[in-house]
């Protein structure tokens, strides 16, 4: 298993590390401490703050992705719901093909069966999106979602935070 606490990179990417999330599950808890721990490493990251419903995932984002050394994935319950998402890590596995760049999955608060296998909120979650993707595009999320699932990484039961962020005692 990878650990955040032997991190350390050297590298001429522009980012050391892109974190691809969905806000509602991580930003207030998980997400902040973790920022606050890469920052405190002196860890050049990208996490973009300024993302709107609705709207195509916008070229700088791909590119920071590209320019990124790592990908942190934090998967979450809600992580499959926003077609963005899945974009971003339809972009991470492909630089992680093309250009051997480093993805570490992270599942927070649900089981990497789930991910991998499409079940539970992940299933629903496609489904949703079969209204507006092609099923070429459905098949390449689904391949996606199954080759990080099936990557060495993290669970947050491993590292005492429940689905709040709260550091459990």
């Known amino acids: 298993m990878a650990s955040l606490s032997s991190l350390s990179v050297v590298s001429e990417s522009k980012y050391d590390i892109f974190v691809s999330f969905r806000g509602v599950d991580t930003r207030r808890g998980f997400l902040s401490h973790l920022i606050k721990a890469l920052n405190q490493k002196q860890i050049e990251i990208y996490v973009d703050y300024k993302l709107r419903e609705g709207t195509q995932i916008s070229h700088s984002l791909l590119t920071a992705i590209e320019e990124s050394e790592i990908s942190l994935i934090i998967f979450s319950q809600?992580?499959?719901?926003?077609?963005?998402?899945?974009?971003?890590?339809?972009?991470?596995?492909?630089?992680?093909?093309?250009?051997?760049q480093t993805a570490i999955p992270i599942f927070y608060d649900v089981d990497p069966s789930c991910v991998r296998h499409q079940r539970g909120s992940y299933v629903d979650a496609l489904s949703g999106h079969r209204k507006t993707s092609s099923a070429a595009q459905?098949?390449?999320?689904?391949?996606?979602?199954?080759?990080?699932?099936?990557?060495?990484?993290?669970?947050?039961?491993?590292?005492?935070f429940r689905r709040a962020g709260h550091i459990s005692s």
Not at 78 to 100: F, N, P, T
Not at 140 to 160: C, I, P, R, T
């Open 78 to 100: 809600d992580y499959a719901s926003s077609k963005w998402c899945l974009d971003e890590l339809v972009k991470i596995m492909k630089c992680r093909k093309e250009k051997g």
């Open 138 to 160: 459905l098949l390449m999320l689904k391949e996606a979602l199954n080759e990080a699932a099936n990557l060495s990484g993290l669970h947050s039961s491993n590292f005492g």
